[in-house]
């Protein structure tokens, strides 16, 4: 089995290259396709999937993945999936029940509520991170954090002593956090809607 992912920036690369050999079955292989920012990749979205709908071979399975960055969750799914309704091929949504060749996925807010979903992960790439974040207010649910998940990401490293002078390195942030990630103890919906994603799309 092959998987081919069509992200929007380089720091989900990041993450993905340290979380999918968790994620998929042994022996799957992957390729990444960074596009640059959201609206890159969905502005080519629907040639890209119309390219893949010519030759993909069966084994073959498709993941896009994209922040939500304060976008209407349902219209932002709603455009992904028509992308891909219009190469013909089947995703999870439209194929109910059935084998499909595409994941649509959505990081709300970002795919930094992924990190806060596991803050033991978080603690042991930044030391001084405090492991009961979990339970702080405002950040008890990763994918509702509000004024912006990266902005309270940057304020918790920044507070722990990483990064004060500077702005947070995204690509090494993704890197370091998803290095210990532990995808079963993960509390954020999003990242467990990708799991159960990936699950099926690899079935």
Same mark, same amino acid.
């Given at each position: ?68 960055? &304060? ?45 806060? &979903? ?9 030391? &001084? ?18 004024? &912006? ?55």
């Amino acid at each position: 089995m092959h998987l081919e992912v069509l992200l929007e920036e380089p720091s989900a690369e990041a993450a993905l290259d340290n979380l999918l050999p968790a994620l998929l079955p042994e022996g799957t292989t992957w390729r990444f396709h960074v596009f640059s920012g959201k609206w890159d990749l969905l502005r080519h979205l629907t040639s890209r999937l119309r390219g893949y709908a010519t030759w993909l071979p069966d084994d073959w399975r498709i993941l896009v993945l994209v922040d939500r960055d &304060g976008t209407d969750c349902e219209q932002l799914l709603e455009r992904l999936e028509r992308s891909a309704a219009a190469a013909g091929l089947a995703t999870k949504l439209s194929h109910r029940g059935g084998r499909f060749a595409v994941l649509n996925r959505l990081a709300i807010e970002e795919l930094e509520a992924w990190f806060f &979903g596991d803050v033991e992960a978080l603690s042991q790439a930044y030391p &001084g991170v405090s492991p009961h974040l979990a339970h702080r207010r405002g950040l008890r649910s990763p994918d509702q954090i509000a004024g &912006g998940t990266w902005e309270a990401l940057q304020r918790e490293l920044q507070r722990a002593g990483h990064y004060r002078n500077t702005g947070l390195p995204k690509i090494e942030v993704a890197t370091n956090v998803s290095r210990h990630m532990v995808p079963a103890r993960n509390t954020s919906r999003s990242f467990k809607g990708l799991v159960l994603g990936l699950r099926a799309l690899m079935a």
